[in-house]
């Protein structure tokens, strides 16, 4: 009879626990231990993708709204260059005040005494390239309250001329309705007391030159100059006040703005999508998962 080369009786039961059928289940199968890191591509939604999504989007609303506002500036100026074409107002004795505003930059012709006594000097001012100062002198009119007359520009130089400049009797005034000029950050304050004048403060200036006691109603006129380079000249030689010419200055910087807007926005488009394309093709990097 064979005899078997295992020594025990039950040859299966032998090799089902030795060592020799684990070797052999370790090198035929595959082993099933999970794996620890495994590649994982990174999402493109992320706080920095949200600002640069939002922040063209953003830029092209602000050059809408500078396009607005462009076509509003352009329809302002147009109205207020079609008032100064149209014939000067007589203003009544007493001033309505609060109509004020919708008449700026019409012309109007006044006749009165000039308060040489009450005399303000804005400063710093600029005159194609030439320094000097604004002479604000008020109005007497007869049988009418008093307002205040910007008379023109001076040159720093002819400053101590003014004095000797003074009309005495009645004079007229061809000149244009204005209010307060906006002050900036860099503007100082106005001193009355020292008798320093930085920027147009109507109510202020019409207290300084007496008020409502004294029949003054603050109501700004800056007058009209229409004449000649030459003539022009020889009143900056001799200390006379030259006014301002009949044009509309309002700043319109609109354009630039929209410009800049719509330029930024193109710019914040164009990283938008370099950075999302970019994020697309990369292939991510490896994070820690568990299983």
Known sequence: MFKSAFPFAHPRRYF?????????????????????????????????????????????????????????KIDLIDELEEK???????????????????FVFRRVLLRGKLDHAHTMLLSPRVR????????????VRENGSTVLVDRGF???????????????????????L???QPR???TPDNAPAQGKWYWTDVEKMSEYAGGEAAGVQPVFVEQIFEGHAGEANTRLGK?????????????????????TWFALSGL????????????????GRRLPRFR
């Open 84 to 102: 100064l074409q149209l014939q000067p107002l007589s203003l009544p004795p007493n001033i309505n005040l609060s109509v004020i505003p919708e």
């Open 154 to 176: 001076v040159s720093r130089d002819c400053i101590s001329f003014i004095d000797s400049q003074q009309d005495t009797g009645e004079v007229e005034v061809l000149g244009m």
């Open 184 to 186: 900036n950050l860099f």
């Open 16 to 72: 089902h626990n030795s060592p020799l059928r684990a070797s052999w289940i370790f090198r035929s199968k595959s082993p099933t231990v999970p794996a620890i890191y495994k590649a994982r591509k990174e999402s493109w939604i992320n706080p920095t993708m949200v600002l640069l999504g939002i922040m063209p989007i953003f830029t092209f609303s602000l050059g809408v709204w500078q396009l607005k506002r462009l076509k509003w």
């Open 239 to 259: 200390g006379i006040p030259i006014g301002r010419t009949p044009t509309v200055d309002l700043r319109n910087s609109h354009l630039s703005y929209v410009i």
């Open 178 to 180: 204005r209010t307060s």
């Open 128 to 139: 194609e390239g030439v320094h000097g100062v604004h002479v604000v002198t008020p109005l």
């Open 268 to 283: 914040m488009t164009f990283m938008f999508l370099r950075v999302l394309l970019n994020k697309k093709k990369s292939p």
